[in-house]
């Protein structure tokens, strides 16, 4: 399984970005598929996820309003469109993938619901 995540970059605050991430493995259509990031000297955090099964979608606070996660089955491949960015936002984005289906929102907010990560991508958000 592989995890390629892409569309980081700079862009100045109050812009957009949309990050991709392409799962070649085709294992995780119906478990679960998000974003994490993590800022420099900061933990990792989850930032959003979304089941194949079901179709449930989890944001953390804040990025609710902002950001939207999508998948794409036939392409294997979660988006995570970024609108209204903030230089808080700045951070390394990675895409992870998870074959278990989790009911609660904590439970997926945990990497340890992720199975596979992706390489990270840039995203930096000028003032």
């Known amino acids: 399984v592989q995890l390629q995540a892409s569309g980081g970059g700079l862009v100045q605050a109050g812009g957009s970005l949309r990050l991709s991430c392409a799962d070649s493995?085709?294992?995780?259509?119906?478990?679960?598929m998000g974003w994490f990031r993590q800022a420099p000297g900061k933990e990792r955090e989850f930032v959003a996820a979304?089941?194949?099964?079901?179709?449930?979608?989890y944001y953390t606070d804040s990025v609710k309003g902002r950001f939207t996660i999508s998948r794409d089955n036939a392409r294997n491949t979660v988006y995570l469109q970024m609108n209204s960015l903030k230089p808080e936002d700045t951070a390394v984005y990675y895409c992870?993938?998870?074959?278990?289906?989790?009911?609660?929102?904590?439970?997926?907010?945990?990497?340890?619901?992720?199975?596979?990560w992706g390489q990270g991508t840039l995203v930096t958000v000028s003032s």
């Open positions: 992870a993938a998870g074959a278990t289906y989790y009911s609660s929102y904590y439970r997926t907010t945990l990497p340890s619901a992720y199975d596979y």
């Open positions: 979304i089941y194949g099964r079901g179709g449930s979608i």
């Open positions: 493995g085709r294992t995780f259509s119906s478990g679960v």
